[in-house]
């Protein structure tokens, strides 16, 4: 359950595209951040009441090294997710964090931590 908000209604930073050459996405395709320290995806999403919510981000990395990111909120570190690697670019797992979120519009920033920057994201669902 939960709402699913899409990677592609989101906002990279430079280096980044919204891609879909890989197989498995929903929506239109998935983000693919830029491959730097500190590349970031900022994706919207609306809380009907303040309260604590589930984040699942949908994910992929091909490569045989996980991709850390901090997850911020409304420009607050809330922790670091592993981002583990999955089988190859077109297979997904979920990485999940608990965070505040206020009513309204927040500001999700998922933000790589190494020099490979963050994993490619599809969504988050907020449950
Ligand atoms: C490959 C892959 C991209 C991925 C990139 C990366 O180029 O096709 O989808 O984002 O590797 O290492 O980040």
Redesign the pocket.
């Known amino acids: 359950g939960g709402t699913v908000v899409e990677a592609e209604t989101g906002t990279l930073s430079a280096g980044g595209t919204f891609?879909s050459?890989?197989l498995g996405f929903t929506g239109t395709g998935f983000a693919?951040p830029a491959?730097a320290v500190g590349g970031y995806i900022d994706i919207p999403v609306t809380a009907t009441a303040a309260g604590t919510k589930t984040l699942t981000f949908r994910y992929a990395d091909?490569?045989t090294v996980a991709r850390p990111a901090t997850i911020s909120v409304n420009g607050t570190s809330r922790g670091t997710l592993n981002f583990p690697t999955t089988a190859n670019?077109d297979t997904w797992s979920t990485a999940s964090i608990s965070v505040p979120l206020t009513a309204g519009t927040n500001t999700i920033r998922v933000t790589g931590t190494t020099a490979?920057?963050a994993a490619?994201i599809d969504s988050v669902t907020i449950s």
Do not use: E, I, M
């Open positions: 891609d050459n890989h693919n491959n091909g490569t670019w490979v920057g490619n």
